[in-house]
């Protein structure tokens, strides 16, 4: 059994900043890439940043230079530092993990938390 839970999302005013943390826990074996994703009213969910085992990361263009992904392999645990935050990054916001329990990996996804960008 593997568990995927975020934290840290809330409401912030435009140009503020947001933490958001997420940690898996259960019979793991590995894990490979972690990632958030978000979701806003009527659109579809969309990548915002992926982190490999190894450190590598991407982002989305929308958020290149305002946020920055980062994980701790010790913890099982994957971070996104929020900065420079606009109305249109308000969404939910999703975590998922590439996680080998045996055999072969499956993607597992938090829950979600609500960021809000709002004055």
């Known amino acids: 059994q593997v568990q995927v839970v975020e934290s840290g999302g809330g409401l912030v005013q435009p140009g503020g900043s947001l933490r958001l943390s997420c940690a898996a826990s259960?019979?793991?074996?590995?894990?490979?890439?972690m990632g958030w994703y978000r979701q806003a009213p009527g659109k579809q969910r969309e990548l915002v940043a992926v982190i490999t085992s190894g450190g590598s990361t991407n982002y989305a263009a929308s958020v290149k230079g305002r946020f920055t992904i980062s994980r701790d392999n010790a913890k099982n645990t994957v971070y996104l530092q929020m900065n420079k935050l606009k109305p249109e990054d308000t969404a939910v916001y999703y975590c998922n993990a590439n996680i080998r329990l045996m055999g072969q990996p499956d993607d597992y996804w938090g829950q979600g938390t609500q960021v809000t960008v709002s004055s």
């Open positions: 259960g019979s793991i074996f590995s894990i490979n890439a």
